[in-house]
């Protein structure tokens, strides 16, 4: 599956600076993994000690929080689109 | 638009940002989270610095505003931007007190603070200080209504271009009370959560100061305010308990953080004081985290009146449980019903109108200490943070109607005989 993922500036220095990039993966995990081969150093900042996304890290598919769908098993399809949003702020 | 020249004051007590995890530095610029592990940064101080510039005696002879406490505060103009912010009432309650059982209870007041009726302008008249400090000409927040007040207000006061983000569906007072500032306002079709994100991608790309984003840090420090106005109001002493409600958990966490600070440079004696928090049940991801003994939170969908704190994925929700827990406090959530009987109850024991938010706190009040979880003596401070006139609808139709009578004695005194035969009845229905 080809996504499209929109990385959040703190992350742009493992992309060359690009603010989208394409990525392949059956799932949020498995997305995360493919970053990981194309730019790496990344998931070791999107995700804590245990694999899992980081605490205030949230992470969309189509504009839909993961936590309201499968988590990182949440199935990805064609033309998806994923954002990365650092969660501080508001309030 | 023209601005004040800023004019910058020696000694300043502030000194770099720092992440709340890992405790990475940062320099004192327009950033809000930390690079390695996104969480906040928090503003870091040299309280030897605030230890000589302050005493209870330089406070008091200060300004009658938040500008009284400005060494505690990330701001180096000598000339901050006052508007009268701050130095709300703090009542000592008497009526509700005793409805409720308890013999110790203050109300702080910021349904009365100044410009715009809210605690928000604590909040803002600092960030927008700090981001004139900092080069920003153009200010702009995501709001659930009072800090959009806040933010048109205020920057007009300055000088400042604004651009306002609130979702759609807000109370008619709270967008009105925006426009008449004329800022550019957007409303959003969606809710609170969705208009933050939209407002975390404008912020990276439009080089604007959102007080709640890319300013966070400094913007959340002026909600120490109503942690230092209450130890000063109080004669110099801590209270034994705070309620407050919960939206972001920001203001729960810098109350907090200001009557630690008061204790660390010596102007108040140190003290555990029980932090409680309040919640709308449409709206409660903390309080539930809290009552099933999580230490994160789950986002909710909201659903509840409440609107000024509904917020369903709350950037410090992690840190007002770990702050409720460790000070002995609980965390709470009422129904919308129980909201609009807490207003109604603080404006007939008290005589404050307060917004569904103060609702909710009052709610949550009468729920604990109905539990038993307050303790009738001990000295507690509950905050109230809005006015009720911007969120009118909330008690339409649960408040009675006036008694429409003829310029005719006896038509008034036909209704006024029908009142109290009205009353007696509730009377005999209720126990006082």
Known sequence: MTVKVLVPTPLQKFTNNQATIECNGGNIDELIDALENNCPGIKARICDETGKPRRFLNLYVNSEDIRFLEGTDTALSDGDEVSIVPAVAGG | ???????????????????????????????????????????????????????????????NSIWRYKAFLPVESENPIDVGTGMTPLVKSNRLARRLGLKNLYIKNDAVNMPTLSFKDRVVSVALTRARELGFSTVSCASTGNLANSTAAIAAHAGMDCCVFIPADLEAGKVLGTLIYNPTLMAVKGNYDQVNRLCCEVANSYGWGFVNINLRAYYSEGSKTLGFEVAEQLGWELPDHIVAPLASGSLFTKIYKGFNEFVKVGLVADKTVRFSGAQAEGCSPIAQAFKEGRDFVTPVKPNTIA???????????????????????????????????????????????????????????????????????EKTVV??????????????????????????????????????????????????
Not at chain 2, 14 to 33: D, H, R
Not at chain 2, 322 to 336: H, L, S, Y
Request: charged letters at 25%; one cysteine or more; proline letters at 4%.
């Open chain 2, 307 to 377: 609107k000024s704190i509904a917020i369903g994925n709350p950037a410090d929700g992690y840190y007002a449980l770990d702050i409720a827990r460790k000070t002995n406090g609980n965390i709470e959530a009422v129904t919308d019903a129980e909201i609009v009987e807490g207003m109604k109850l603080l404006a007939e024991t008290e005589g404050i109108f307060t917004e569904t938010a103060g609702g909710t706190t009052i709610a949550v009040l009468k729920k604990l200490v109905e539990a038993g979880k307050i303790n009738p003596d």
């Open chain 2, 383 to 432: 905050y109230i943070t809005g006015n009720g006139l911007k969120t009118q609808e909330a008690v339409q139709g649960y408040i009675g109607e006036p008694l429409t009578i003829d310029p005719k004695l006896d038509s008034f005194e036909r209704a006024l005989e029908r009142s109290r035969t009205l009353e007696r009845l509730e009377w005999q229905q209720t126990s006082v």
């Open chain 2, 1 to 63: 638009m023209t601005q004040t020249p800023i004019k910058t004051s020696q000694g300043r007590t502030f000194t770099n940002l720092v992440s709340k995890e890992g405790g990475v530095k940062y320099p004192l610029e327009a950033i809000n989270v930390c690079e390695e592990t996104f969480s906040p940064l928090e503003v870091a101080y040299d309280y030897d610095e605030i230890r000589r510039q302050v005493s209870r005696e330089s406070i008091a002879a200060g300004p």
